[in-house]
């Protein structure tokens, strides 16, 4: 959009918008929207709402915080409503040799090729940084270009139909979209839509109940003292089925059948998670689809545990306690802002979506990927000096 034709906007007026109805802020003379945009932001809404109506420029180049990819600015730009011209920043533009750090003009060629060369591209994904995962997708442009998904029809029947070789698919499906369309781009579109999407609360209020009951009526035989052992060894027992799922089944990838069956089994599973990271009614695992993968771990459990009924429930339902402890992690560290520990799991995570998909497993710990050897390499922590 031509700069003439947006407003001029006051400051006072740019300050007045922050709050989760309509929030602004600013880089230099440039005033941006991002109302809608709270919910997505990988940081989480809260981050952006503490700075409201402020200007962002510093945050956004905070390197111990987090750097912004070139895919934020390029959100941003399709967010611009209008420009604040204060005095001191015109006054700055003017004296400046630089005047296009100050208002808004269009980067040059040079300008451009310099921040690719800042921000690279992942060769496996596509994307530089975890942003990328909120840049709106072009439904008729990215169809148009890749000949893959188009997210405004159903997606099942698409990957069934699309007739699409193993390698094109894979490099396509970890290549993530955003979509703006609604809740959740349509899976089926007929009466199965329902099904397919998962609300994050669903899964403890589904799972602890029995899990509670489960545990007290084991240790109510064994007692308490064996009862909490016999918890604690399956909490940590799917710590590691955790590992060995995201790994060997969810990511089961390049050991896929080139065929329609193999390839949309693989996208109901995880590929469409993958596809659409930030769509949070298809983040978690549905009921259906968890009483399929848990029930032969219960056989399993009386297998390893067939000594002792009453230990084998109490194991499981340690287990099932992992599980719901997993799913609950995962949405938050797409969806929320999180305490410093799990604001580490959650770069760890997003950039196995966005860097690196055939390494960094583990989602609520690290320990699985250490120990065998699939931990991504994070930069460490910046140190600020003080005087």
Known sequence: MPARTLPTIPAIEVQAHNTEKSCYVTIG?????????????P?????????????????????????????????????????MPTEPIINGATKSNKPAEIVPLPPSKEGQAELAAQQPLYASTGMSTAEDLEKETDFAKDYKEHQFLDLSKPLFLQVWNGGFKKDFYL??????????????????????????????????TLWIPPVIAGTVYGSSVLGVAQGVGYFVFGLCFWTLLEYILHRFLFHLDHYLPDNRVGITLHFILHGIHHYLPMDKYRLVMPPTLFVALAAPFWRFAHF??????????????????????????HYFLHHRTLPAYWRELKKYHLKHHFADYQNGFGVSSRF????????????????????
């Open 29 to 41: 003379a440039k005033v941006y929207d991002v109302t809608h945009f709270l919910d997505d932001h």
């Open 171 to 204: 490099e396509q499906v970890h290549r993530p979209r955003h979509y703006r369309g609604g809740d959740s781009a349509p899976l089926f579109g007929n009466f199965l839509e329902p099904l397919s999407k998962t609300p994050w609360w669903i899964v403890p």
């Open 368 to 387: 699985w990927d250490w120990v065998f050897g699939t931990e991504l390499e994070m930069a460490p922590p910046k140190v600020l000096k003080t005087n």
């Open 304 to 329: 390893v545990l067939f000594h002792n009924w009453y230990a084998a429930l109490i194991a499981y339902c340690g287990g099932v306690f992992g599980y719901v402890c997993y799913d609950m992690t």
């Open 43 to 83: 940081g989480g809404g809260d981050l952006i709402l503490e700075y409201g109506g402020k200007d962002v420029t510093d945050i956004m180049k905070d390197e111990v915080s987090h750097t912004h990819s070139e895919a934020a600015y390029e959100i941003l730009d399709e967010s611009l409503v209008g420009f």
